[in-house]
């Protein structure tokens, strides 16, 4: 059974840190790209950053230079850490396990989703 469980979400004001953390199980993790999203209420989900299996990263603009993306494949984690946070990164944010590049056959995965509100 497949489980990636985000955690680390919450209140926090504007300019503050958070990280979020997504263990995951069931899944060959050290092989997938891996992704954090993020859905507003009222807008489509959107990609934050993703960080293949040799450890590339990407970026969604608004959040360039503040979070950063990380993986830990000893613990099949991936870890999303947030500086600088603004009210426009409120949202449910979501980790998402790809296929392989070679295997789109082995399917994606989705978290369950956690809160991040940034407000004063």
């Known amino acids: 059974q497949v489980q990636l469980v985000e955690s680390g979400g919450g209140l926090v004001q504007p300019g503050g840190s958070l990280q979020l953390a997504c263990p995951a199980s069931g899944i060959i993790f050290k092989i997938r790209p891996m992704g954090w999203y993020r859905q507003a209420p009222g807008k489509q989900r959107e990609l934050v950053a993703g960080i293949t299996s040799d450890g590339y990263t990407n970026y969604a603009a608004s959040v360039k230079g503040r979070f950063t993306i990380s993986r830990d494949n000893a613990k099949n984690t991936v870890t999303l850490q947030m500086k600088s946070l603004k009210p426009e990164d409120t949202a449910v944010y979501y980790c998402?396990?790809?296929?392989?590049?070679?295997?789109?056959?082995?399917?994606?995965?989705w978290g369950q989703g956690t809160q991040v509100t940034v407000s004063s």
């Open positions: 998402k396990a790809d296929p392989p590049y070679s295997r789109p056959d082995m399917g994606i995965y």
